[in-house]
Nanobody
Framework: QVQLVESGGGLVQAGGSQRLSCAASGRTFTSHHMAWFRQAPGKEREFVAGISSDGDGTYYTDSVKGRFTISRDNAKNTVYLQMTSLKPEDTAVYYC???????????????WGQGTQVTVSS
């Protein structure tokens, strides 16, 4: 089981950048493929970006391709989401979670961390 703590959110102007972090605890972190999800007000949580357990493979939802980059540092048990060219529609609470296989857009676990709020002003 992996415990997750997201951080790095805040208020940013459209066109700006922000980096989110997800600190994971648990000995099995390096064996998990990981992903970022987000939930905007009044909408369901959606997949944003995923990364393989070794960090060599990444995949994204179409709306963030070319703007967001997911990475991980297994020595620090941390997953990152570098966001650039932010748009107001990126405003959401961002969460990380494991995914059951590489390429999956669904979370492996039903429990979630507290998330981190990203607000993009126009």
């Amino acid at each position: 089981q992996v415990q997750l703590v997201e951080s790095g959110g805040g208020l940013v102007q459209a066109g700006g950048s922000q980096r989110l972090s997800c600190a994971a605890s648990g000995r099995t972190f390096t064996s998990h493929h990981m992903a970022w999800f987000r939930q905007a007000p009044g909408k369901e949580r959606e997949f944003v970006a995923g990364i393989s357990s070794d960090g060599d493979g990444t995949y994204y939802t179409d709306s963030v391709k070319g703007r967001f980059t997911i990475s991980r540092d297994n020595a620090k048990n941390t997953v990152y989401l570098q966001m650039t060219s932010l748009k107001p529609e990126d405003t959401a609470v961002y969460y990380c979670n494991a995914v059951p296989w590489y390429g999956s857009r669904f979370s492996e676990y039903d429990y979630w961390g507290q998330g981190t709020q990203v607000t993009v002003s126009s």
